[in-house]
């Protein structure tokens, strides 16, 4: 009976052993039968040793795992683990003087995948911006930041407002901007900040060795979630009637510029694609009077600003818009100068130096965000603004006046005048005395703030 026994717990241990060999799991950090190996060459086709080789796979958009290694005097890489089912590889190589010129990526490698990689890097292209930061949760995120390509470990620390400069590789991308300790993103959800706005993203698309500007970047988180599904579409083509690509888009929405702080307030929304094709989310009905448009920024081959305007898009289009909302083909063009002056009149025994001295004069170019306050003699210069005719708005600088125009409190009927002008392309307009008699009161704004 005894013998029976152990061999039957023989038997037993047996098939238990056979069992717990059998019951591997692929695809973990920790199997190192999972090798994933291949060889890197350079552009021109050359072998180099020190070839930066990431692994990396995205816990969130602001939790990146990864481990790395470099390629040996072939080219040739080895990993003898993955650290998920599914990775990224990064590939980045620095020049002698550690410009990280040639880069490239590979996405979605299976860690069961049998095929060495064979990976040829690509010149790196640069993204070039500024980033600001506003809004009252600037007070919790600080001023540094990250600019990253979504899910990769491409990044950039900024210490807002700022410029930035990130090398990336060819393609299509997000562009990320969100607080770079994680700890400030915790906590600004748990003070009720919606995501979709602490991680702000940008569509880019790069070509080898091309520098994209994409002007100003604004990061405000807000605790609504954005309610405006409508999309706004459109295309943008240069001169010659070729697809523009890496146009900077901006919605206008505050057409008279009242809550507009400087000449400089063009901020980016989006990116034009290769095709010129852009798209942006709509801007919220209540941010709309009567209508808005949207604004186009780009630079020449030599560094000129070029520019374009899209009609107004009337408030009622939006509305009866079921999704997505077609706005017309805009042609960019070079942009115009403005050089002029402001003659004040009014009522009552003033000398035009009292007037000087007492008023300051808010002057722009209606639905864009060229504005600017100036003191009421000194002459006017705007550069870069929009080209062909446009309507010249100026009203009184009195921060107390502007106030309550943004409020609607004020008619701006009653204190916005404007003209007709035709600005020449890449030439300066040098339009001289505008008259402009300030409001009858200055107890008119202190009347209503009370």
């Not at 064979?118 to 930041?145: D, P, Q, W």
């Not at 080898?208 to 943008?236: F, H, Y």
Request: net charge negative; proline share 2%.
């Amino acid at each position: 009976m005894m013998k029976i026994s152990l061999r039957i717990f023989a038997l037993l241990l047996g098939a238990f052993v056979f069992l717990a060999c059998s019951d591997k799991v692929a695809g973990t950090a920790t199997d190192t039968e999972n090798t994933i190996a291949g060889t890197v060459t350079l552009a021109n086709g050359s072998a180099r040793s020190g070839i930066s080789v990431r692994q990396v796979v995205a816990r969130s958009a602001s939790i990146l795992d990864f481990i790395e290694t470099e390629t040996d005097s072939l080219g040739a890489f080895a990993f003898d683990s993955t650290i998920a089912d599914t990775v990224n590889f990064e590939f980045r190589y620095h020049s002698n003087d550690s410009t990280l010129s040639e880069t490239q990526i590979i996405r979605h490698v299976s860690s069961k995948s049998e095929d060495s990689l064979r990976v040829k890097l690509r010149e790196s292209a640069l993204v070039v911006g500024e980033l600001e930061y506003t809004g009252n949760a600037s007070f919790l995120a600080g001023s540094h930041f990250r600019v990253q390509l979504d899910s990769t470990t491409f990044s950039i620390d900024v210490f807002a407002p700022d410029s930035f400069k990130i090398a990336l590789p060819e393609g299509a991308y997000s562009l990320t901007i969100l607080p770079a300790d994680s700890s400030v993103i915790t906590k600004l959800r748990s003070s009720g900040y919606a995501d979709s706005t602490i991680i702000r993203k940008l569509s880019v698309m790069v070509s080898a060795g091309d520098t994209l500007d994409v002007g100003k970047l604004r990061w405000d988180a807000s605790q609504n979630e954005p309610t405006q599904v409508k999309i706004l579409q459109g295309v943008v083509k240069n001169a010659n009637g070729k697809p523009a690509k890496g146009v900077s888009v901006h919605v206008v929405t505050d057409l008279y510029g009242f809550g507009v702080l400087d000449s400089a307030a063009f901020v980016t929304q989006a990116v034009t694609d290769s095709m010129g094709v852009w798209r942006v989310a709509a801007p919220a009905f209540d941010l709309i009077e009567d209508s808005f448009r949207v604004e186009f920024r780009s630079k020449d081959s030599a560094g000129g600003v070029l520019m374009g305007l899209s009609d107004y898009i009337d408030k009622d289009d939006l509305e009866e818009a079921k999704d997505t909302l077609h706005v017309s083909t805009v042609t960019l063009a070079k942009t115009s100068n403005f050089l002029g002056s402001v003659f004040l009149v009014a009522e009552g025994a003033f000398t035009q130096d009292t007037l000087c001295w007492a008023y300051s004069i808010r002057v722009g170019f209606r639905g864009t965000s060229n504005f600017k306050t100036v003191s009421s003699c000194n002459s006017i210069t705007m550069v870069n603004v929009p080209s062909d005719y446009q309507d010249l708005v100026f009203y009184s600088g009195d921060e107390l006046v502007i106030r309550n125009l943004k409020s609607g409190k004020f008619d701006p009927a009653d204190y916005v005048k404007s003209i007709r002008v035709n600005l020449p392309h890449g030439d300066t307009l040098k339009f001289q005395g505008i008259t402009y008699t300030p409001p009858t009161t200055a107890n008119d704004a202190f009347e209503s703030e009370e």
